[in-house]
């Protein structure tokens, strides 16, 4: 078990076809989307020996289905789970419709779930009110989280500048993109400021965070058509030596779960020695 106040990052899985993320410091858990079925988001806690029963909210990024796909299931299921998210977000997934309380968060404001402190920040997306989260545990590690952008803005720089551990959209490959399948609207749209970053994009998003407390990248929402894993890694590597950054970079898969802390990491983890 992680010491309390230490995160835990689960990416149950990361892209077009579903995003979902837990954050825990034992005490609290949060879900960060539900964009797969209810029954598939447990499946997936279940690999990392989480329990859905544990979800104390499910903060919602943006109404789009990836994002939001089991959130009402979800929360029917496991009615201990508040569902949370913009106000923008809120009336255009129609959650007004599927829930008795919804809590609507203010860009910018730290809001309190148990022992975390979640701040919402704006991206820069296709959507009604979409966001990123910074979110604190009580121990003082922070987390940022930030997918579905087409541009990192200044707002979202800020928000994530003194973070330890960040999950950072890496969506496509720009060459991949062009001459790949999609259609030219669908292109245009991925490229444009409120589509999604590309690597290349991610890489000078990096750069621009990087700081003496980031440990850990977790490049987010691949595409599985305009890109590849080892290219993500390769190019985010590359550009973390570039500029004296040591961190590891890890690509969080659309089919599998990425644990930032597996039961065994306690173990044999770099905390080393905490058996
Ligand atoms: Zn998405
Ligand atoms: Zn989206």
């Given amino acids: 078990m992680p010491s309390p106040s230490h995160l835990r990052i689960v990416f149950l899985g990361s892209g077009s076809a579903g995003n979902a993320v837990v954050v825990t410091d034992g005490a609290t858990t949060l879900l960060v989307d539900c964009g797969f079925s209810a029954k598939e988001t447990t499946r997936r806690m279940a690999l990392a020996g989480l329990a859905a029963e544990d979800v104390a909210a499910i903060l919602v990024t943006h109404e789009h289905s990836d994002h939001i796909r089991g959130v009402e299931v979800f929360q029917r299921r496991h009615g201990m789970a ?28 730290a809001e309190r779930f148990g022992t975390l402190t979640v701040v919402p920040f704006r991206t820069s997306h296709d959507a009604a009110e979409p966001v990123g989260y910074r979110i604190e545990s009580d121990g003082g590690q922070r987390l940022g989280l930030a997918t579905d952008t087409g541009v990192l803005s200044v707002e979202a720089a800020e928000a994530l500048a003194d973070v330890d551990l960040l999950g950072l959209e890496s969506n496509h490959d720009v060459r991949m993109l062009e001459n790949g399948p999609y259609p030219y609207y669908l292109k245009r749209r991925i490229r444009s ?19 003496d407390r980031l440990r850990r990248v977790f490049a987010l929402h691949r595409s599985t058509t305009n890109n590849s894993a080892s290219i993500v890694k390769r190019e985010l590597a590359a550009r973390a030596e570039a500029i004296g950054l040591r961190v590891p970079v890890d690509v969080a898969p659309q089919d599998d779960v990425l644990d930032s802390c597996p039961p065994q990491g306690s173990l044999f983890g770099e905390e080393g020695g905490e058996l």
């Fill in 82 to 109: 508040a569902v949370a998210c913009t106000l923008g977000t809120r009336r255009a997934a129609g959650f007004d419709a599927l829930f008795g309380e919804v809590r609507t968060l203010a860009i910018g404001e």
């Fill in 193 to 211: 400021e409120q589509g999604h970053l590309s690597n290349a994009d991610a890489c000078d998003a990096l750069e621009r965070l990087a700081s």
